[in-house]
DNA sequence: TTCCAGGTGCATA
DNA sequence: TATGCACATGGA
Protein backbone atom coordinates (compact mmCIF):
# COMPACT_ATOMS: atom_id res chain seq x y z
CA UNK A 1 0.00 0.00 0.00
CA UNK A 2 1.15 3.47 -0.69
CA UNK A 3 0.14 6.33 1.21
CA UNK A 4 1.76 9.75 1.00
CA UNK A 5 1.99 12.35 3.92
CA UNK A 6 1.27 16.03 3.71
CA UNK A 7 1.09 19.00 5.53
CA UNK A 8 -2.55 18.76 7.15
CA UNK A 9 -3.49 14.58 5.75
CA UNK A 10 -2.34 11.68 4.81
CA UNK A 11 -3.24 10.27 1.43
CA UNK A 12 -3.81 6.54 1.40
CA UNK A 13 -3.45 5.19 -2.10
CA UNK A 14 -5.39 1.77 -2.50
CA UNK A 15 -8.45 0.16 -0.74
CA UNK A 16 -6.79 -3.76 -0.46
CA UNK A 17 -5.06 -2.98 2.70
CA UNK A 18 -6.93 -0.26 4.39
CA UNK A 19 -10.52 0.03 5.52
CA UNK A 20 -12.18 2.23 8.54
CA UNK A 21 -14.60 -0.12 9.31
CA UNK A 22 -12.46 -2.94 9.54
CA UNK A 23 -10.02 -1.41 11.38
CA UNK A 24 -12.30 0.70 13.72
CA UNK A 25 -14.77 -1.84 14.27
CA UNK A 26 -12.81 -4.79 15.34
CA UNK A 27 -12.65 -4.19 18.39
CA UNK A 28 -9.25 -3.19 19.50
CA UNK A 29 -10.05 1.09 19.39
CA UNK A 30 -13.15 2.46 21.50
CA UNK A 31 -12.49 5.96 20.65
CA UNK A 32 -13.96 6.58 17.63
CA UNK A 33 -17.50 7.62 16.10
CA UNK A 34 -18.86 8.81 12.43
CA UNK A 35 -19.60 12.30 11.99
CA UNK A 36 -22.62 14.19 10.24
CA UNK A 37 -20.96 13.32 6.99
CA UNK A 38 -20.76 9.40 8.06
CA UNK A 39 -17.38 9.77 7.89
CA UNK A 40 -15.51 7.75 10.66
CA UNK A 41 -13.46 10.52 13.07
CA UNK A 42 -10.88 8.81 15.28
CA UNK A 43 -9.62 10.51 18.73
CA UNK A 44 -6.08 9.60 20.26
CA UNK A 45 -5.21 10.97 23.54
CA UNK A 46 -5.64 14.57 22.52
CA UNK A 47 -5.29 14.15 18.92
CA UNK A 48 -8.10 13.70 16.21
CA UNK A 49 -8.29 12.66 12.89
CA UNK A 50 -11.05 12.29 9.66
CA UNK A 51 -11.08 9.76 7.37
CA UNK A 52 -12.04 10.80 4.50
CA UNK A 53 -13.03 8.00 1.16
CA UNK A 54 -12.41 9.05 -2.57
CA UNK A 55 -12.05 6.72 -5.82
CA UNK A 56 -8.81 5.82 -5.87
CA UNK A 57 -8.32 5.01 -1.88
CA UNK A 58 -8.72 7.29 1.57
CA UNK A 59 -7.67 10.64 2.83
CA UNK A 60 -6.93 10.74 6.70
CA UNK A 61 -7.18 14.62 7.07
CA UNK A 62 -5.69 15.50 10.88
CA UNK A 63 -2.92 18.24 12.41
CA UNK A 64 -0.92 15.61 13.18
CA UNK A 65 0.14 12.74 10.38
CA UNK A 66 3.05 12.01 11.91
CA UNK A 67 1.17 10.62 14.83
CA UNK A 68 -1.21 9.06 12.79
CA UNK A 69 1.43 7.23 10.31
CA UNK A 70 2.65 5.83 13.30
CA UNK A 71 -1.25 4.70 14.75
CA UNK A 72 -2.21 2.98 12.05
CA UNK A 73 0.91 1.42 11.24
CA UNK A 74 1.13 2.34 7.58
CA UNK A 75 4.73 1.38 7.03
CA UNK A 76 3.86 -2.39 7.77
CA UNK A 77 3.04 -4.72 4.74
CA UNK A 78 -0.11 -5.86 5.33
CA UNK A 79 -0.41 -7.37 1.99
CA UNK A 80 2.71 -9.77 2.57
CA UNK A 81 1.01 -11.08 6.49
CA UNK A 82 -2.16 -11.41 4.94
CA UNK A 83 -0.11 -14.05 2.20
CA UNK A 84 1.57 -15.43 5.22
CA UNK A 85 -1.61 -15.78 7.43
CA UNK A 86 -3.76 -17.60 4.88
CA UNK A 87 -1.59 -20.23 4.48
CA UNK A 88 -3.79 -21.47 7.53
CA UNK A 89 -7.06 -23.05 6.04
CA UNK A 90 -9.19 -21.20 8.76
CA UNK A 91 -7.85 -17.55 8.09
CA UNK A 92 -9.18 -17.44 4.48
CA UNK A 93 -12.44 -16.30 5.35
CA UNK A 94 -11.87 -13.99 7.83
CA UNK A 95 -9.42 -12.40 6.13
CA UNK A 96 -11.47 -12.05 3.03
CA UNK A 97 -14.06 -10.76 5.18
CA UNK A 98 -11.57 -8.13 6.98
CA UNK A 99 -9.36 -7.23 4.59
CA UNK A 100 -8.75 -3.62 5.53
CA UNK A 101 -7.53 -4.72 9.07
CA UNK A 102 -4.68 -3.10 10.37
CA UNK A 103 -3.56 -3.25 14.10
CA UNK A 104 -3.41 -0.14 15.58
CA UNK A 105 -0.37 1.10 17.84
CA UNK A 106 -2.39 3.49 20.06
CA UNK A 107 -1.42 5.23 22.80
CA UNK A 108 -0.44 3.02 26.44
CA UNK A 109 -1.67 5.00 29.11
CA UNK A 110 -5.34 4.85 27.29
CA UNK A 111 -5.39 1.84 25.79
CA UNK A 112 -4.41 0.41 29.16
CA UNK A 113 -7.64 2.66 31.32
CA UNK A 114 -9.57 1.42 28.06
CA UNK A 115 -9.43 -1.90 28.25
CA UNK A 116 -9.81 -2.71 32.27
CA UNK A 117 -13.13 -0.90 31.70
CA UNK A 118 -13.46 -3.31 28.77
CA UNK A 119 -13.50 -6.50 31.27
CA UNK A 120 -16.55 -8.53 31.07
CA UNK A 121 -18.59 -5.69 29.31
CA UNK A 122 -19.60 -5.06 25.88
CA UNK A 123 -18.50 -2.72 23.62
CA UNK A 124 -21.73 -0.09 23.07
CA UNK A 125 -21.50 0.39 27.06
CA UNK A 126 -17.02 0.69 26.94
CA UNK A 127 -17.63 2.90 24.55
CA UNK A 128 -19.97 5.11 26.66
CA UNK A 129 -18.11 5.02 29.61
CA UNK A 130 -14.90 5.78 28.04
CA UNK A 131 -16.68 9.04 26.82
CA UNK A 132 -18.09 9.98 30.31
CA UNK A 133 -14.69 9.61 31.67
CA UNK A 134 -13.57 11.53 28.96
CA UNK A 135 -15.97 14.41 29.23
CA UNK A 136 -15.89 14.52 32.71
CA UNK A 137 -11.80 14.46 33.50
CA UNK A 138 -10.25 14.93 29.60
CA UNK A 139 -9.14 18.68 28.33
CA UNK A 140 -11.43 20.12 26.22
CA UNK A 141 -10.34 20.35 22.77
CA UNK A 142 -11.61 22.00 19.73
CA UNK A 143 -14.79 19.81 19.30
CA UNK A 144 -14.31 17.11 21.94
CA UNK A 145 -12.85 16.27 24.84
CA UNK A 146 -8.74 14.53 24.71
CA UNK A 147 -8.70 11.25 26.72
CA UNK A 148 -7.76 12.22 30.23
CA UNK A 149 -3.83 12.10 31.82
CA UNK A 150 -2.86 9.77 34.79
CA UNK A 151 -2.60 13.44 36.66
CA UNK A 152 -5.99 14.14 35.54
CA UNK A 153 -7.34 11.03 36.51
CA UNK A 154 -5.72 10.79 40.00
CA UNK A 155 -8.51 13.85 40.63
CA UNK A 156 -11.07 10.92 40.67
CA UNK A 157 -12.78 9.41 43.41
CA UNK A 158 -13.70 5.31 43.29
CA UNK A 159 -17.43 6.56 43.57
CA UNK A 160 -16.82 9.25 40.46
CA UNK A 161 -15.70 6.07 38.36
CA UNK A 162 -18.79 4.26 39.82
CA UNK A 163 -21.60 7.25 39.14
CA UNK A 164 -19.92 7.43 35.61
CA UNK A 165 -20.97 3.82 34.82
CA UNK A 166 -17.74 1.92 35.79
CA UNK A 167 -19.36 -0.69 38.18
CA UNK A 168 -17.33 -2.78 39.71
CA UNK A 169 -14.18 -1.65 37.63
CA UNK A 170 -14.37 1.66 39.59
CA UNK A 171 -11.92 0.54 42.26
CA UNK A 172 -9.38 -1.36 39.55
CA UNK A 173 -8.94 2.27 37.65
CA UNK A 174 -8.77 4.15 41.44
CA UNK A 175 -6.15 1.39 42.44
CA UNK A 176 -4.18 1.19 38.56
CA UNK A 177 -3.99 4.92 38.76
CA UNK A 178 -1.34 4.42 41.87
CA UNK A 179 0.05 2.04 40.76
CA UNK A 180 1.55 3.29 37.27
CA UNK A 181 2.18 6.22 35.30
CA UNK A 182 2.53 7.40 31.82
CA UNK A 183 6.68 7.23 32.15
CA UNK A 184 6.25 3.40 33.94
CA UNK A 185 4.14 2.13 30.85
CA UNK A 186 7.09 3.65 28.55
CA UNK A 187 9.86 2.22 30.54
CA UNK A 188 8.51 -1.11 29.71
CA UNK A 189 9.04 -1.21 25.98
CA UNK A 190 11.91 -2.95 26.03
CA UNK A 191 11.37 -5.49 27.79
CA UNK A 192 10.72 -9.31 26.80
CA UNK A 193 6.95 -10.19 26.10
CA UNK A 194 6.22 -12.62 28.47
CA UNK A 195 8.55 -10.27 31.28
CA UNK A 196 6.05 -7.15 30.30
CA UNK A 197 3.05 -9.06 30.43
CA UNK A 198 3.94 -10.15 33.78
CA UNK A 199 3.94 -6.45 34.84
CA UNK A 200 0.86 -5.76 33.00
CA UNK A 201 -1.00 -8.53 34.70
CA UNK A 202 0.59 -7.21 38.37
CA UNK A 203 -1.56 -4.45 38.00
CA UNK A 204 -5.00 -3.63 39.37
CA UNK A 205 -7.61 -4.55 37.02
CA UNK A 206 -5.18 -6.31 34.85
CA UNK A 207 -5.43 -9.78 34.10
CA UNK A 208 -4.20 -12.11 31.02
CA UNK A 209 -6.93 -10.86 28.24
CA UNK A 210 -6.41 -7.45 29.38
CA UNK A 211 -2.81 -7.90 29.25
CA UNK A 212 -2.86 -9.38 25.96
CA UNK A 213 -4.94 -6.27 24.50
CA UNK A 214 -2.39 -3.91 26.07
CA UNK A 215 0.47 -6.02 24.24
CA UNK A 216 -1.06 -6.28 21.14
CA UNK A 217 -3.37 -3.09 20.62
CA UNK A 218 -0.97 -0.42 22.47
CA UNK A 219 2.93 -2.15 22.82
CA UNK A 220 2.32 -3.59 19.00
CA UNK A 221 3.62 -6.94 20.25
CA UNK A 222 2.02 -9.92 17.71
CA UNK A 223 3.12 -12.72 19.13
CA UNK A 224 0.20 -12.38 21.86
CA UNK A 225 -3.20 -13.99 21.31
CA UNK A 226 -6.05 -12.14 23.34
CA UNK A 227 -8.61 -14.69 24.67
CA UNK A 228 -12.48 -13.54 25.15
CA UNK A 229 -15.58 -15.02 25.08
CA UNK A 230 -15.51 -14.36 20.75
CA UNK A 231 -12.36 -16.52 20.46
CA UNK A 232 -13.52 -18.81 22.68
CA UNK A 233 -16.57 -19.32 21.02
CA UNK A 234 -14.20 -19.41 17.59
CA UNK A 235 -11.82 -22.57 19.33
CA UNK A 236 -14.81 -24.63 19.95
CA UNK A 237 -15.94 -23.82 16.16
CA UNK A 238 -12.88 -24.17 14.56
CA UNK A 239 -10.27 -26.74 17.16
CA UNK A 240 -12.00 -28.61 20.13
CA UNK A 241 -13.86 -27.53 23.12
CA UNK A 242 -11.61 -26.23 25.81
CA UNK A 243 -12.89 -24.35 29.04
CA UNK A 244 -9.29 -23.32 30.20
CA UNK A 245 -8.79 -20.07 28.62
CA UNK A 246 -4.86 -20.26 29.38
CA UNK A 247 -4.95 -23.58 27.13
CA UNK A 248 -6.59 -21.70 24.63
CA UNK A 249 -4.68 -19.53 25.04
CA UNK A 250 -0.95 -21.23 24.73
CA UNK A 251 -2.98 -23.69 22.10
CA UNK A 252 -3.29 -20.58 19.49
CA UNK A 253 0.16 -18.54 19.97
CA UNK A 254 1.77 -21.81 19.37
CA UNK A 255 -0.25 -22.32 16.00
CA UNK A 256 0.48 -18.89 14.87
CA UNK A 257 3.55 -17.80 16.50
CA UNK A 258 4.54 -14.39 15.82
CA UNK A 259 1.73 -13.65 13.50
CA UNK A 260 -0.48 -14.40 16.61
CA UNK A 261 -2.21 -10.64 16.95
CA UNK A 262 -2.84 -10.49 13.67
CA UNK A 263 -4.86 -14.27 13.33
CA UNK A 264 -6.67 -12.91 16.41
CA UNK A 265 -8.02 -9.36 14.84
CA UNK A 266 -9.50 -11.55 11.76
CA UNK A 267 -10.64 -14.13 13.61
CA UNK A 268 -12.32 -11.72 16.53
CA UNK A 269 -13.64 -9.48 13.34
CA UNK A 270 -15.46 -12.67 12.02
CA UNK A 271 -16.90 -14.02 14.80
CA UNK A 272 -18.23 -11.07 15.71
CA UNK A 273 -20.20 -10.33 12.41
CA UNK A 274 -21.94 -13.44 13.52
CA UNK A 275 -19.85 -15.12 10.27
C1' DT B 1 -36.86 -12.61 33.83
C1' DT B 2 -32.60 -14.34 32.68
C1' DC B 3 -28.54 -14.11 30.05
C1' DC B 4 -24.52 -11.93 28.37
C1' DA B 5 -20.74 -8.64 27.29
C1' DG B 6 -13.25 -8.23 24.45
C1' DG B 7 -12.70 -11.01 32.78
C1' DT B 8 -10.55 -10.20 37.19
C1' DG B 9 -9.71 -10.75 42.16
C1' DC B 10 -10.00 -13.53 45.82
C1' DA B 11 -11.01 -17.53 48.72
C1' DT B 12 -10.49 -22.27 49.07
C1' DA B 13 -8.43 -26.91 48.60
C1' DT C 1 -1.81 -24.99 40.53
C1' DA C 2 -6.64 -25.15 39.77
C1' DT C 3 -11.51 -24.29 40.40
C1' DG C 4 -15.59 -21.53 41.86
C1' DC C 5 -17.84 -17.48 42.82
C1' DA C 6 -19.02 -12.44 43.27
C1' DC C 7 -18.98 -8.45 40.95
C1' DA C 8 -22.12 -3.31 38.29
C1' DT C 9 -24.57 -2.19 34.43
C1' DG C 10 -27.79 -2.16 30.64
C1' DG C 11 -29.40 -4.18 26.28
C1' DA C 12 -31.45 -8.32 24.11
Redesign the pocket.
Known amino acids: MEYKLEKDKIVIIGKEDFNPEHILE???VFSFFKNEKGNYVVLSTDKKAEILENETGFVIETETPEYFEDYFDLKTNYGEIKANLKTFDILKAPIEYGFGIRILKQNLFETLIS?IV?????????KLILNRIKEKFGKKMNGFFAFPTREELLKATEEDF?TL?A??RA??LFAVLRQVDEQALLEWVDLPTKQLRAKL?S?????????D?VLLFGYGRQDVF??????EQMHDRFYTHEP?R?KVREKLVSEFGELSGYA??YL?FFM?AGL
Open positions: CGQFSANNNIKRIAGGYKYILMGVGPKVACPVDTWINEQQFR
